[in-house]
Every structure is written in structure tokens, then in C-alpha cells.
């Protein structure tokens, strides 16, 4: 009632407006000169004259640079032919990515791709890391993990917060893959909360150096790491970052053993007892906007990488279901299954223009953390849906190694809940949308 109501009175404001305005500025598209007498009158375009490609739906390839083309395309070729070889013997006997895998990489320069050239990065813009992202994820969500952590949480926070000597020194070799590193910020008592952080450092002035004591957990490639981006709270309660060698006194990282889920790459601990740091290691960054901008670094790359995952599962379950029979036609002839099929592909390719939306606004210095939290909480969600579904789609063959889609499905069961749990993300939305933090920590 309110709408119909509304709607007149609105027309009836704009005829007044319409007549008070001069005559001149009232004049319409029909009564305007026109100089195309002779012209051929206009043709009907036709909106409808495209293909439809079931393997990019909506055209994706069309928003992308010829470099940005080219990047996806090395990029697949790389991993289809040096990773995806390997995984499903490394994701059975637990054999972790190490040096050599990263080296590889770091040859095709899928390390550090938007750090700049000058530092041994490919100064790539972020939709070309999370089209590498998506590649890599496409073979297994452990190879993109260990990708991630190389280039948004060890070499982003060198190049944003330290010294010209740090990052000379670092850079190249991580970029180059000669150098391994890992971010240990979550600990044994603290995932979702970092701010209650328990790992300390003081400073101790007659050696320059700062003593670090305390704990990590659930940290990617520190078994294998030589380059540590450690997160602890000085004397004055602040949170700071510092760069920690391996082999330093004091310092240990054992693998988590017997993990169900990402076990092609090297997750560990770090211990840390009486740990001495040269104060020239420490960040230039105070508080956690110094780790939280590397998440949003990684989690970029995140919400790209599930869909490669999320997308290789659904080719696998289209070519079964075509190539199985049963009760005479091809599975894919069933009404259900083309249902579950037309679901997994929108959510791939609507979630992909998401990401290349924000993708673009980093570029232009225009995205924000919630942005990415958006994309990064719909992309994971999403893409362990799609996989829990393409493996029903197999049925009792869903469940053997051998069609690769369990693997990504155990591996998107913590890609959902790393770098920020699903509902953790939703509660960043939730404050943007309301304004209201839905939890107060209490002061202890």
C-alpha cells in the first residue's frame, strides 16, 4: 500500500519540477537537431551474440590482461605438469613440500609475485597472484599453503616493515625458493584471539639483543624453515615482529604429526627458549596491524586458491558422471546430478568475479580488510561445500584417493578454519553491517 501510494505522488513532484525548469532544459531527445539524415538507420544490437562455455560461464578470460593470460596459463602448465604428479603419493605418505618444490617455484617466479623486481620479486599486480594461487590450489590446497606463507606472511611483512638490509638480504632467496620461511603467530592457547598472546621478548641493552621465550602452534613450513617471522609482546606490552634465523640457540620447530587434512606441507610448532634476536631483526611495526596486513595478504590469496580446489572437484565429479552408467543412461542424465552440477558451477564463477573485484581495488589502493574477509570466508565455505558434494556425487568411489576429491575435501576442512575461522569472518561482516562488535572481550 505504501509503494502504490508513493509511486504517484512521486510522478506528480517530478511533472512540477519539470515544468518550473526552463524551457531549453526541457527540451527532449526527439526535438533535438539531428545530422544523420542520411545516416543508415540504427541496427538492433544483439545482446544474445556470445557462446555459452561451461568451463568459463560468465567469460572470466575477457576481464583479464594478455600478461594476466599468460601468467594463469605458465602457471597451470607448471603445476599440472611438475605438482600434480606427485601429490597423491605425498598427500598418502605424509611427505611434506620442501626445498626442491619450492625452488621450483621459485624458478617460475610464482614466489613473491607482487613483491617488486628489484628485490627478486615478479612485481606482479594481485589478480595475477590469485590467478598462481588458483593454479596451485588446483593440485592441493598444502602446495598453495606453503606458497602463501612464503610470499604473504614471511616476505610481505620483510618488504613492509624491515630494513633495506633485511630486505636485500631475504628477498631474492626467498623469492628464489633458496630460502624457506614461516609466520608463527597462533599459539597453543591462542588461535581466534592474538592479542592475548603469551610468547614475551625483552630487550637486553648490553648485547643489542632481544630475548624471546614462548610458544607456537599450527605453523606452516616451520619444520623446513630457515627464515622465522615470529610475533611476541615487549616489556611495554606491545606486539612486534622479529626475523629469527634457524640454528639460533634455543630455537625449535618438531612437525605436528598424524594431521587428517593438508598433509603435503610441513606444519609444526616453534619453541622458543631464551632465543636471542639482533635488534636490527626486529619489524618496524607495532601492534597487530603488522601481522593482521600479512593475513590480509594471505587471505587474498585464500579465496582464490579454494576455488581452484572447489573447481577441480567439480570437473572430476562431470567427467564421472558422464563416463558412469547405471540403469541403462550416464549418471549426469539424472536430474539431481545436473542439479548439483549447475550449483557448483555458479558458486565457482560467481565467487571468481568476487575476487577479481577485490583483487582490482587492492591494485587501485581501494579494497579494505572486510573486503577480503568477504571473499575469504564465501570462497572456503563454499568451496568445502562443493567438494562434500562432488564426493557424494561418486558415490563409494568418492572416498578413494585415487579421484583426488576426498584429498581436497579433507584439505578445504582447514582452509575453512585457518587465517581466520569462517565465523570469525562473518563476525567482521557482521560489525561492518551493524556497527555493533557482536563480542567484548572481558579485561582480566
Given at each position: 500500500?505504501?509503494?502504490?501510494?508513493?509511486?504517484?505522488?512521486?510522478?506528480?513532484?517530478?511533472?512540477?519540477?519539470?515544468?518550473?525548469?526552463?524551457?531549453?532544459?526541457?527540451?527532449?531527445?526527439?526535438?533535438?537537431?539531428?545530422?544523420?539524415?542520411?545516416?543508415?538507420?540504427?541496427?538492433q544490437?544483439?545482446?544474445?551474440?556470445?557462446?555459452?562455455?561451461?568451463?568459463?560461464?560468465?567469460?572470466?578470460?575477457?576481464?583479464?590482461?594478455?600478461?594476466?593470460?599468460?601468467?594463469?596459463?605458465?602457471?597451470?602448465?607448471?603445476?599440472?605438469?611438475?605438482?600434480?604428479?606427485?601429490?597423491?603419493?605425498?598427500?598418502?605418505?605424509?611427505?611434506?613440500?620442501?626445498?626442491?618444490?619450492?625452488?621450483?617455484?621459485?624458478?617460475?617466479?610464482?614466489?613473491?609475485?607482487?613483491?617488486?623486481?628489484?628485490?627478486?620479486?615478479?612485481?606482479?599486480?594481485y589478480?595475477?597472484?590469485?590467478?598462481?594461487?588458483?593454479?596451485v590450489?588446483?593440485?592441493?590446497?598444502?602446495?598453495?599453503?606453503?606458497?602463501?606463507?612464503?610470499?604473504?606472511?614471511?616476505?610481505?611483512?620483510?618488504?613492509?616493515?624491515?630494513?633495506?638490509?633485511?630486505?636485500?638480504?631475504?628477498?631474492?632467496?626467498?623469492?628464489?625458493?633458496?630460502?624457506?620461511?614461516?609466520?608463527?603467530?597462533?599459539?597453543?592457547?591462542?588461535?581466534?584471539?592474538?592479542?592475548s598472546?603469551?610468547?614475551?621478548?625483552?630487550?637486553?641493552?648490553?648485547?643489542?639483543?632481544?630475548?624471546?621465550?614462548?610458544?607456537?602452534?599450527?605453523?606452516?613450513?616451520?619444520?623446513?624453515?630457515?627464515?622465522?617471522?615470529?610475533?611476541?609482546?615487549?616489556?611495554?606490552?606491545?606486539?612486534?615482529?622479529?626475523?629469527?634465523?634457524?640454528?639460533?640457540?634455543?630455537?625449535?620447530?618438531?612437525?605436528?604429526?598424524?594431521?587428517?587434512?593438508?598433509?603435503?606441507?610441513?606444519?609444526?610448532?616453534?619453541?622458543?627458549?631464551?632465543?636471542?634476536?639482533?635488534?636490527?631483526?626486529?619489524l618496524n611495526?607495532?601492534?597487530?596491524?603488522?601481522?593482521?596486513?600479512?593475513?590480509?595478504?594471505?587471505?587474498?590469496?585464500?579465496?582464490?586458491?579454494?576455488?581452484?580446489?572447489?573447481?577441480?572437484?567439480?570437473?572430476?565429479?562431470?567427467?564421472?558422471?558422464?563416463?558412469?552408467k547405471?540403469?541403462?543412461?550416464?549418471?549426469?542424465?539424472?536430474?539431481?546430478?545436473?542439479?548439483?552440477?549447475?550449483?557448483?558451477?555458479?558458486?565457482?564463477?560467481?565467487?571468481?568475479?568476487?575476487?577479481?573485484?577485490?583483487?582490482?581495488?587492492?591494485?587501485?589502493?581501494m579494497?579494505?580488510?572486510?573486503?577480503v574477509?568477504?571473499?575469504?570466508?564465501?570462497?572456503?565455505?563454499?568451496?568445502?561445500?562443493?567438494?562434500?558434494?562432488?564426493?557424494?556425487?561418486?558415490?563409494?568411489?568418492?572416498?578413494?584417493?585415487?579421484?583426488?576429491?576426498?584429498?581436497?575435501?579433507?584439505?578445504?576442512?582447514?582452509?575453512?578454519?585457518?587465517?581466520?575461522?569462517?565465523?570469525?569472518?562473518?563476525?567482521?561482516?557482521?560489525?561492518?553491517?551493524?556497527?555493533?562488535?557482536?563480542?567484548?572481550?572481558?579485561?582480566?
Open positions: 500500500m505504501i509503494l502504490t501510494r508513493a509511486l504517484p505522488q512521486a510522478t506528480r513532484q517530478v511533472a512540477r519540477a519539470a515544468q518550473r525548469a526552463p524551457a531549453a532544459s526541457r527540451a527532449t531527445f526527439a526535438s533535438l537537431p539531428h545530422d544523420h539524415a542520411d545516416d543508415e538507420p540504427p541496427k544490437k544483439n545482446s544474445f551474440g556470445g557462446k555459452f562455455d561451461w568451463e568459463d560461464p560468465l567469460n572470466f578470460k575477457s576481464l583479464l590482461t594478455e600478461e594476466e593470460v599468460a601468467i594463469q596459463e605458465a602457471a597451470h602448465s607448471f603445476c599440472q605438469q611438475e605438482l600434480q604428479p606427485q601429490i597423491l603419493m605425498a598427500n598418502r605418505t605424509e611427505t611434506p613440500f620442501d626445498h626442491n618444490d619450492m625452488r621450483k617455484m621459485g624458478e617460475m617466479g610464482l614466489l613473491g609475485p607482487t613483491i617488486p623486481e628489484y628485490y627478486g620479486g615478479a612485481g606482479l599486480g589478480v595475477s597472484y590469485g590467478l598462481i594461487a588458483t593454479e590450489e588446483r593440485v592441493d590446497s598444502s602446495y598453495r599453503s606453503a606458497m602463501s606463507v612464503q610470499s604473504s606472511l614471511v616476505m610481505h611483512p620483510i618488504y613492509a616493515f624491515g630494513s633495506e638490509e633485511m630486505k636485500r638480504k631475504y628477498l631474492p632467496e626467498l623469492a628464489s625458493g633458496n630460502m624457506v620461511g614461516c609466520f608463527g603467530l597462533t599459539e597453543p592457547n591462542h588461535g581466534s584471539d592474538p592479542s598472546m603469551e610468547t614475551r621478548s625483552r630487550y637486553d641493552a648490553g648485547t643489542d639483543e632481544f630475548v624471546i621465550n614462548g610458544s607456537k602452534n599450527w605453523i606452516t613450513n616451520s619444520p623446513i624453515a630457515d627464515v622465522f617471522i615470529v610475533w611476541a609482546r615487549n616489556e611495554e606490552g606491545k606486539i612486534k615482529g622479529y626475523l629469527i634465523e634457524k640454528g639460533t640457540p634455543g630455537l625449535d620447530a618438531p612437525k605436528i604429526e598424524g594431521k587428517g587434512s593438508l598433509r603435503a606441507s610441513a606444519t609444526g610448532m616453534i619453541f622458543l627458549e631464551d632465543v636471542r634476536v639482533p635488534a636490527s631483526n626486529e611495526v607495532t601492534g597487530l596491524k603488522g601481522p593482521f596486513s600479512c593475513l590480509n595478504n594471505a587471505r587474498f590469496g585464500i579465496a582464490w586458491g579454494a576455488l581452484g580446489a572447489a573447481e577441480d572437484c567439480f570437473h572430476r565429479a562431470r567427467e564421472y558422471v558422464l563416463d558412469r547405471q540403469f541403462g543412461s550416464p549418471l549426469g542424465a539424472n536430474q539431481l546430478i545436473q542439479l548439483k552440477l549447475a550449483n557448483m558451477e555458479t558458486e565457482i564463477h560467481l565467487a571468481r568475479l568476487g575476487c577479481h573485484q577485490v583483487g582490482r581495488l587492492m591494485e587501485q589502493e579494497a579494505s580488510p572486510s573486503m574477509s568477504l571473499i575469504k570466508r564465501n570462497s572456503c565455505g563454499k568451496s568445502l561445500d562443493i567438494a562434500r558434494t562432488a564426493r557424494d556425487m561418486l558415490g563409494g568411489n568418492g572416498i578413494s584417493d585415487e579421484y583426488h576429491i576426498i584429498r581436497h575435501m579433507n584439505n578445504l576442512e582447514a582452509v575453512n578454519t585457518y587465517e581466520g575461522t569462517h565465523d570469525i569472518h562473518a563476525l567482521i561482516l557482521g560489525r561492518e553491517i551493524t556497527g555493533i562488535a557482536s563480542f567484548v572481550p572481558k579485561s582480566s
